[in-house]
């Protein structure tokens, strides 16, 4: 190895560590946090609901918690319900489509931070098709997932992990993303607190983000059925363009 190989290897290893640590500095200052407070996650985002209610900063602060909550695994729905509570409906989807978009790309350089080209190679041969084809077909294997509600962070997680173009993964993170944040977020803005539950929810939220969310579960379905469509095109065009076997033949 060169020494400008040695030095770039070396910085590498170097911010992988000063990350490491921070990291789980953060998770472990949250996990102190809740044991000691006694506070679950609904209790906690309800506190600072009611911290930042009415102050001019309340747009800086959601957004600089939403930036931290992937690296704590904060439930993105809880954020998402929390924003239609604090800023209602119109603001609260503008700001939480934002902050879900921008907590996703934090997760996905996290993730990619510590990988690199060939080892995600090794990745995506030992998980087999499902992350061939997440390489491969980013945008639409990504927009899949975020239409079927798969673990918000672990995509994103994976993403980077798999080093998945960061285009493709944010055209499609915010596609897909966009029925759950309108439907989180009505459902905040119909409630007056997150811990009561949602029994004062209106009926007609209710509905709209029932809708919202079917009909994103049936787009992922129709986009799984192109995919598949489109792989039975590929194989019929493979065998039509193959030439034909032919036997040699062998002399008297």
Partial sequence: MT???????????????????????????????????????????????????????????????????????????????????????????????????????????????????????????RLGAWAARLRSNGFEAVLLMRLLFLPYDLVSYACGLLRVRRGEFLAANAIGTLPGTVAFVLIGASITRLDEGFGGIDPVTLAVSVVLVVASITASRVIKRRQRLAVVALSDVHVAVRPPHRVPRTRP
């Fill in 3 to 125: 020494p400008i190989a040695e030095g770039s290897a070396g910085r590498r290893w170097v911010r992988l560590v000063v990350a490491g640590a921070a990291w789980v500095s953060l998770a472990t200052a949250w996990v102190v946090y809740q044991r000691r407070s006694g506070l679950g996650p609904v209790d906690t985002a309800q506190e600072l609901v009611d911290a930042a209610r009415g102050n001019w900063w309340a747009i800086v602060a959601y957004v600089v918690i939403s930036l931290l909550r992937p690296l704590v695994l904060f439930p993105a729905t809880i954020v998402a319900v929390a924003a239609g509570l604090l800023f209602g409906p119109f603001v609260g989807v503008a700001v939480a489509a934002v902050s879900a978009n921008a907590s996703a790309l934090i997760a996905h350089t996290v993730g990619r931070s510590f990988s690199r080209p060939e080892q995600a190679d090794q990745v995506t041969s």
